[in-house]
């Protein structure tokens, strides 16, 4: 697992933890979602996993692209 940077500093992403075919995202309070190749989507999920390092619009992509798609 690793602390998502959170370069504009309004994400509510803490951290995320990145997998061959998935990214395991954590909000604040704690909560956790995976979103997977098989429910996602391998595009989005390559998407979100360069999002992801680079600490930036990963929360908006969730949301504007794979929100309800979690395992």
Known sequence: MERYSNRRGNSPITHFQIEDERIIVWFKGGKSYSYSYRKAGRAHVE?????????????????????????
Request: charged share 15%; aromatic share 12%; no cysteine.
């Open 47 to 71: 998407q979100m996993k360069i999002l992801a390092k680079s600490g930036s619009g990963l929360s908006a992509y969730i949301t504007q692209n794979v929100r309800f798609n979690y395992d």
